[in-house]
């Protein structure tokens, strides 16, 4: 079974400054992880995953995630944050049986 | 080309009554799977659908949620009798059957029902 556990269901940051948003999960099979973000009426949306290989993983808007196995973590990092990086962030786990199990979400407040 | 479509994208019904959600694909995805968020918590796998079959049905709550894919297109899901704890927001998500990158779903909007 897989379980995903995110850190602070609110985290709010100045624009400019360092997006951390944390993930702890669980699984009985080699994991893979994934990062879901929602803007504001959309649906979800693939941000970054990690499969095999390279365990710090790049994705789109200048977002990366590092995969630590040591301590079951997949935390989310964005150097500078802009406003447009306000939104719903997911981070997933799939296991053996290809469905994915989310946590239950990271609000990013980025303020002026 | 159209991303995933889901139908009512807000549905407000009484303790009681019937309600039937629409998940319209990409066109092309074998695979669909229907995801559930209640109050804020984390999003819930509900089934998925290889074509028109049901490939996993694990995570339906009860009997009252009936999912369909005739044609192996859109999907219908249907709460009926709706209860008060089917309140949430229902996300429908499509992916090609083959090469498919793990994890890649496509998301809809999701339908918000509300049932008071």
């Known amino acids: 079974a897989q379980s995903v556990t995110q850190l602070g269901s609110h985290v709010s940051v100045s624009e400019g400054a360092l997006v951390l948003l944390r993930c702890n999960y669980s699984?009985?099979?080699?994991?893979?992880l994934f990062w879901y973000v929602q803007y504001p009426n959309q649906g979800l949306q693939l941000l970054l995953k990690y499969t095999t290989g390279a365990t710090l993983v790049k994705g789109i808007n200048g977002f990366e995630a590092e995969f630590k196995k040591s301590e079951t973590s997949f935390h989310l990092t964005k150097p500078s944050a802009h406003m447009s990086d306000a939104a719903e962030y997911f981070c997933?786990?799939?296991?053996?049986?290809?469905?994915?199990?989310f946590g239950s979400g990271t609000q990013l407040t980025v303020l002026p | 080309e159209a991303g995933v479509t889901q139908f009512p994208s807000h549905s407000v019904i009484e303790k009681g009554q019937t309600v039937t959600l629409r998940c319209d694909p990409i066109s092309g995805h074998d695979n669909l799977y229907w995801y559930r968020r209640v109050m804020g918590k984390e999003i819930k796998f509900l089934l998925h659908f290889v074509k028109e079959s049901k490939q996993d049905e694990s995570g339906m709550p009860n009997n009252r949620f009936l999912a369909e894919r005739t044609g192996g297109t859109y999907s219908t899901l249907k709460v009926q009798p709706a209860e008060l704890e089917d309140s949430g927001v229902y996300f429908c998500?499509?992916?090609?059957?083959?090469?498919?990158?793990?994890?890649?779903?496509?998301f809809g909007e999701g339908s918000r029902l509300t049932v008071l």
């Open positions: 998500a499509s992916s090609p059957l083959s090469g498919r990158a793990l994890g890649e779903l496509f």
């Open positions: 699984s009985s099979v080699p994991p893979y």
């Open positions: 997933a786990v799939e296991g053996s049986a290809r469905q994915l199990t």
